[in-house]
């Protein structure tokens, strides 16, 4: 069974960075995506950024780029979220997931397995 398992939120001030951790484990995720996502209260949640584990190929939500990177590393089986120059507007729980398509999804529904979310606050 498929388990993800997000660390690393907290409350920072404007400009902060942050490094969210997702340690997945249940199966070998070579052939998958791997991505995380963001809801604010109120809000759908949106896309931010994704990774195939087998080649590190990114994507990135326009709102983020620049200043947010994606990374896994595949001896631990932990995806990583590092978020530099952060503002109030990136307040969300920030969730890992991960699906079996072979190439870079940005939708929700297209993801098959969900951690439980970590929530990041930044004050202005």
């Known amino acids: 069974q498929v388990q993800l398992v997000e660390s690393g939120g907290g409350l920072v001030q404007a400009g902060a960075s942050l490094r969210l951790s997702c340690a997945a484990s249940?199966?070998?995720?070579?052939?998958?995506?791997m991505g995380w996502f963001r809801q604010a209260p109120g809000k759908e949640r949106e896309f931010v950024a994704a990774?195939?584990?087998?080649?590190?190929?990114?994507n990135y939500a326009d709102s983020v780029k620049g200043r947010f990177t994606i990374s896994r590393d595949i001896t631990k089986n932990t995806l990583s979220l590092q978020m530099n120059s952060l503002k109030p507007e990136d307040t969300a729980v920030y969730f890992c997931?991960?699906?079996?398509?072979?190439?870079?999804?940005?939708?929700?529904?297209?993801?098959?397995?969900w951690g439980q979310g970590t929530q990041v606050t930044v004050s202005s």
């Open positions: 249940g199966r070998t995720f070579s052939r998958y995506t």
């Open positions: 990774i195939r584990w087998i080649n590190s190929d990114t």
């Open positions: 997931a991960a699906t079996s398509r072979t190439y870079i999804s940005t939708r929700t529904n297209e993801y098959d397995y």
